[in-house]
């Protein structure tokens, strides 16, 4: 007896005085949180344990473990084909090319009528189609914004372009004119920024040409086209080729077309 009580310790002894707690920040908490979980785990058990099965449930079990099970010599059905010289797992057939399996049951549990299923499938698959065909107009709708945007962009290049050329042959015009001393141009547009020039001299006056073309009536292709066709017939040049040629001759043998196409 005195062996034993000395083999217990003293509750007021140093060994359980001087126990170092673990005071780590946060372990209380996870420790608490732990332990919620457990208690709530073990509820959750009893709670599936103890709860009682509805009578669906229970139907569902009996005839789930009545399908697993198979035919007996007590099935009358079943005895009739042994009879017949049938084997369990055998083809059914007298060449023994049918069926092995029972055909399967599908049991309906639901409330809904004859139909109510095939309904619910044809709505999934119209909801279905309907999301198709928005996602293929809304494709289409931007495919059709790029190709627009594609439209814009390249007319805006050809626009810039044009007037880049236009600017080239009213400096080539107002400098060939210039050598030939030419003091005035054909039409004020001929010549790079004259048109935009408030009048600094009077001109003579001439009768008004009836094939003369007014500047706010005509498109830069349009200027563009007048002009190169006047330095082609009125100096033998090609803004295309940047080249003066000798003569008409050496000019339509020598120089792909009038246009900016003819030279690409």
Same mark, same amino acid.
């Given at each position: 007896?005195?062996?034993?009580?000395?083999?217990?310790?003293?509750?007021?002894?140093?060994?359980?005085?001087?126990?170092?707690?673990?005071?780590?920040?946060?372990?209380?908490m996870l420790r608490q949180i732990r332990e919620? +979980?457990?208690? !709530? %785990? #073990?509820?959750?058990?009893?709670?599936? $344990?103890?709860?009682? =099965?509805?009578?669906? *449930?229970e139907e569902q079990e009996r005839r789930d473990i009545g399908l697993k099970n198979a035919?007996?010599?007590?099935?009358?059905?079943?005895?009739?084909?042994?009879?017949?010289?049938?084997?369990?797992?055998?083809?059914?057939?007298?060449?023994?090319?049918?069926?092995?399996?029972?055909?399967?049951?599908?049991?309906?549990?639901?409330?809904?009528?004859?139909?109510?299923?095939?309904?619910?499938? +044809?709505?999934? !698959? %119209? #909801?279905?189609?309907?999301?198709?065909? $928005?996602?293929?107009? =809304?494709?289409?709708? *931007?495919?059709?914004?790029?190709?627009?945007?594609?439209?814009?962009?390249?007319?805006?290049?050809?626009?810039?372009?044009?007037?880049?050329?236009?600017?080239?042959?009213?400096?080539?015009?107002?400098?060939?004119?210039?050598?030939?001393?030419?003091?005035?141009?054909?039409?004020?547009?001929?010549?790079?920024?004259?048109?935009?020039?408030?009048?600094?001299?009077?001109?003579?006056?001439?009768?008004?040409? !009836?094939?003369?073309?007014?500047?706010?009536?005509?498109?830069?292709?349009? =200027?563009?086209?007048?002009?190169?066709?006047?330095?082609?017939?009125?100096?033998?040049?090609?803004?295309?080729?940047?080249?003066?040629?000798?003569?008409?001759?050496?000019?339509?043998?020598?120089?792909?077309?009038?246009?900016?196409?003819?030279?690409?």
């Amino acid at each position: 007896m005195k062996l034993n009580m000395a083999e217990e310790e003293d509750y007021m002894s140093d060994s359980f005085i001087n126990v170092q707690q673990d005071i780590r920040p946060g372990l209380p908490m996870l420790r608490q949180i732990r332990e919620a +979980r457990r208690k !709530e %785990e #073990k509820q959750q058990e009893a709670n599936l $344990k103890n709860r009682q =099965k509805s009578l669906k *449930e229970e139907e569902q079990e009996r005839r789930d473990i009545g399908l697993k099970n198979a035919l007996g010599c007590e099935n009358k059905g079943f005895a009739l084909l042994q009879k017949m010289g049938y084997k369990s797992g055998q083809a059914l057939g007298k060449s023994g090319d049918g069926i092995v399996e029972p055909i399967p049951l599908n049991v309906k549990t639901g409330k809904s009528g004859l139909g109510h299923e095939a309904l619910l499938k +044809r709505k999934a !698959e %119209e #909801k279905l189609e309907n999301y198709r065909r $928005k996602i293929h107009m =809304k494709n289409q709708a *931007e495919e059709t914004a790029a190709e627009q945007f594609r439209l814009r962009f390249k007319h805006k290049h050809d626009e810039v372009k044009l007037e880049g050329d236009l600017r080239r042959s009213q400096r080539a015009c107002q400098q060939l004119d210039t050598q030939k001393n030419i003091q005035f141009p054909r039409e004020a547009w001929y010549w790079l920024g004259l048109e935009e020039e408030t009048e600094e001299e009077e001109e003579e006056e001439k009768e008004p040409d !009836e094939d003369e073309y007014k500047s706010e009536d005509l498109s830069v292709l349009e =200027k563009l086209q007048i002009l190169t066709g006047y330095l082609r017939e009125e100096h033998l040049y090609c803004i295309w080729c940047g080249t003066a040629y000798e003569d008409k001759e050496d000019l339509s043998s020598n120089c792909p077309g009038p246009t900016s196409a003819d030279h690409d």
